[in-house]
């Protein structure tokens, strides 16, 4: 029996949050390789290695095993979002108000379904405030098709002022 992502996320994420991490994404992959995508975060905001990844997917994998979320077989991706990462949450938008974001739409608004501009936050009535080009933009949070981080070098000096100054060298792309 095949599954959306939000079944998924609710059949996966205590065992997330029960190993210290928080759930990001939950994405399925079609096609001739099926793959579920599942990209986590340290509930710290430290960052996310491989070694983590496969305590996760050891951890998640009995549990997909019961809930039976995709018809035939995948394979199962354990992430980290990464520097340029998926904004999912309400709390993500205020997280990295300043940085610049790419917003997709569900639908197009005014005939535009791609925003792309400095991040404001999120307001009292869960809309997305960015500044495109110099104009204020309000957009509905549940209007929100996808919507991620640029990577910037103003992202990438962030990321590296908030790791701790003794913090090994990145081991490459989780």
Same mark, same amino acid.
């Given at each position: 029996?095949?599954?959306?992502?939000?079944?998924?996320?609710?059949?996966?994420?205590?065992?997330?949050?029960?190993? &210290?991490?928080?759930?990001?994404?939950?994405?399925?992959? /079609?096609?001739?390789?099926?793959?579920?995508?599942?990209?986590?975060?340290?509930?710290?905001?430290?960052?996310? +290695?491989?070694?983590?990844?496969?305590?996760?997917?050891?951890?998640?994998?009995?549990?997909?095993?019961?809930f039976?979320?995709?018809?035939?077989?995948?394979?199962l991706e354990?992430?980290?979002? &990464?520097?340029?990462r998926?904004?999912?949450?309400p709390?993500?938008?205020?997280?990295?108000? &300043?940085f %610049?974001?790419?917003?997709?739409? %569900? #639908?197009s608004? +005014? /005939?535009?379904?791609?925003?792309?501009g400095?991040?404001?936050g999120?307001n #009292?009535?869960?809309?997305?405030?960015? +500044?495109?080009?110099?104009?204020?933009? #309000?957009?509905?949070?549940?209007?929100?098709?996808?919507?991620?981080?640029v990577?910037t070098?103003?992202?990438?000096?962030?990321? %590296?002022?908030?790791e701790?100054?003794?913090?090994?060298a990145?081991?490459?792309?989780?």
């Amino acid at each position: 029996m095949e599954r959306g992502p939000r079944h998924i996320e609710a059949a996966i994420e205590p065992q997330i949050t029960a190993l &210290g991490f928080a759930l990001v994404r939950v994405k399925f992959f /079609g096609g001739r390789r099926q793959v579920l995508q599942v990209m986590i975060e340290r509930a710290d905001g430290s960052d996310v +290695n491989v070694d983590d990844c496969a305590v996760v997917s050891r951890a998640l994998s009995p549990v997909l095993d019961v809930f039976d979320p995709i018809a035939g077989a995948y394979a199962l991706e354990v992430s980290s979002p &990464g520097i340029d990462r998926p904004l999912t949450r309400p709390d993500d938008f205020a997280r990295y108000a &300043g940085f %610049e974001v790419k917003v997709e739409l %569900e #639908e197009s608004r +005014n /005939g535009r379904r791609r925003f792309r501009g400095v991040l404001l936050g999120l307001n #009292e009535a869960g809309c997305i405030c960015l +500044n495109v080009d110099g104009e204020a933009v #309000e957009l509905s949070l549940s209007d929100v098709q996808s919507a991620k981080l640029v990577l910037t070098d103003a992202l990438i000096a962030a990321h %590296e002022a908030a790791e701790p100054a003794d913090a090994p060298a990145d081991e490459g792309v989780v």
